[in-house]
């Protein structure tokens, strides 16, 4: 990957939105619910502290997270879409 998260900061890959509902109607772009789950693609070093120490991040490349509805940043690379979150805005990690 062209990027390098910095910092406590993770790159996350969304999970594409529903195109369906639970009854079958198709879903138009505009209707659909801004994801909130994803793959981290990559992982910062960690917050540097006050201290001079670096503070481990807790996630990992490869785990998926749910994260806060309109936290980030979100960027184009190419044909794909990211978001660029703080460990901050990571609410959960699913487990496997």
């Known amino acids: 990957m062209a990027l390098k998260p910095l910092g406590d900061r993770l790159i996350v890959k969304p999970t594409e939105a529903e195109e369906k509902t639970a009854g079958g ?52 690379l190419g044909a794909n879409e990211y978001v660029i979150l703080r460990q901050d805005d990571v609410l959960a990690v699913l487990d496997k």
């Open 25 to 76: 109607i198709v879903l138009p772009d505009t209707a659909k619910e801004k994801p909130q789950q994803g793959e981290v693609i990559a992982v910062g070093p960690g917050k540097l502290l006050d201290n001079g120490k670096t503070a481990t991040v807790e996630v990992a490349v490869g785990d998926v997270v749910y994260y806060a509805k309109y936290g980030g940043t979100e960027i184009k």
